[in-house]
């Protein structure tokens, strides 16, 4: 199972992903289950930010730009490394749930996904995948 500070961005990424799709259910329901069995006092709070950042990114479209996508990756990010580190127990549910992401979106295995990925002084970007990774940089 991958470190869990990687983990909060990919479960962050996945969400992301549902929020923009069909399987946003699927990734909802589980996810905020996992959240209620850790932290229940948080769920509420927690389920109405999914709604508001999943009508954002519907509103935006096929297009929701790269400033958008970056701020919403960072808070959940942010918000899901917090929670792992109060809760690390949660870790191996987080990891199944994005392995059932997966498998609903059609990533599995022979899927191909691009990432473009920009930092600005100095910055530092976390990417991470499973299977063959192929990173190029210039």
Do not use: C
């Not at 699927?26 to 999914?50: E, G, H, T």
């Not at 297009?63 to 990010?77: F, K, R, T």
């Amino acid at each position: 199972m991958p470190e869990i500070a990687e983990l909060g961005p990919r479960v962050a990424q996945a969400l992301l992903g549902a929020m923009a799709s069909d399987g946003w259910n699927a990734m909802k329901a589980p996810f905020i289950a996992i959240w209620r069995k850790y932290n229940p006092s948080a769920v509420d709070k927690v389920d109405r930010k999914l709604e508001v950042d999943r009508e954002h990114v519907r509103e935006a479209g096929d297009s929701p730009g790269e400033d958008m996508n970056n701020h919403l990756l960072l808070q959940w990010s942010t918000r899901l490394e917090d929670f792992l580190e109060e809760f690390p127990q949660a870790a191996p549910e987080l990891q199944r749930l994005i392995v059932s992401s997966n498998q609903i979106s059609g990533k599995g295995a022979g899927a191909s996904v691009r990432i473009t990925a920009k930092a600005d002084r100095r910055g530092k970007n976390y990417i991470s995948g499973t299977g063959d990774v192929n990173v190029t940089g210039n």
